[in-house]
């Protein structure tokens, strides 16, 4: 099956402005994203797909190809839409521009995910949460999924609903959280990218469920390793050290 993994790169951001061509390490942090999507198996091709001559500039310095795309897309998902129309690949993965140590393995499952499961549109991946760590956070997503593996809902709210236990029940039901990684059939992409807006996504401020409500199908799989994605300047500076150490 042959696949595409293109990483979204807008240069604006609201909380850490040009932040993708941060370089405190020596490299962009866009290019550690770059470099470690080029590790996978199962992605015969990376291209960036940005908004903004700044980040094509630094593309063209670390050797990456990229695509300019419109700077009216009010997603990355709309993004890559734009770059998969013009490709003739069976999967394109979505990357995160802003997550340095994303697992090359975890691109390969997505792929792998697709390739087992015929039934499903686009695939993405979940972990469990660990001991001590915060259901109820708003700004960490959940996600519910059936015995099949695939997605039921997703959701800021802390779901399933413990109600014997007043709220969360971490004794008797498994959490779990959703990471912002994806992988889709082309033709399901493109069909997505020209559906409007669903109540419940906008409720939740959540895309995936635009893809749910149209009877989309998405594959899950649970994965251990977690990319932090850098949205703040303490979040980078965290990087940096963690990087140095290394």
Not at 80 to 96: C, G, L, R, T
Not at 123 to 145: I, Q, R, Y
Request: proline share 6%; glycine share 6%.
């Amino acid at each position: 099956m042959s696949s595409v993994a293109v990483i979204p790169a807008r240069y604006a951001s609201t909380r850490f402005p040009g932040k993708l061509l941060a370089q405190k390490t020596g490299k962009y942090l866009l290019e550690h994203v770059y470099e470690r999507v080029c590790l996978s198996r199962r992605v015969e091709k990376v291209l960036i797909a940005t908004d903004d001559e700044r980040i094509g500039k630094a593309c063209d310095e670390f050797g990456a190809p990229w695509r300019m795309t419109s700077p009216a897309h009010p997603s990355g998902t709309d993004r890559i839409a734009e770059v998969a129309a013009e490709i003739d690949a069976e999967v394109i993965v979505n990357v995160q521009g802003d997550e340095p140590d994303i697992d090359p393995k975890n691109i390969d499952t997505l792929v792998e995910l697709l390739e087992t499961d015929e039934q499903a549109d686009m695939a993405t991946l979940t972990a469990v949460f660990g001991p001590g760590e915060d259901v109820s956070n708003p700004n960490v997503v959940k996600a519910v999924v059936a015995g099949s593996g695939h997605a039921l809902y997703f959701s800021r709210w802390p779901i399933p609903f413990g109600r014997d236990a007043g709220g969360v029940d971490s004794g008797s039901v498994i959490y779990r959280k959703h990471l912002g990684i994806y992988a889709y059939r082309r033709e399901a992409l493109l069909k997505l990218s020209r559906m409007v807006p669903t109540p419940l996504e906008l409720a939740e401020k959540l895309e995936q469920l635009r893809a749910l409500e149209n009877g989309l199908i998405i594959a899950t799989k649970d994965v251990v390793h977690e990319a932090v994605g850098i949205d703040t300047p303490e979040q980078y500076a965290e990087f940096v050290e963690r990087y140095q150490k290394k």
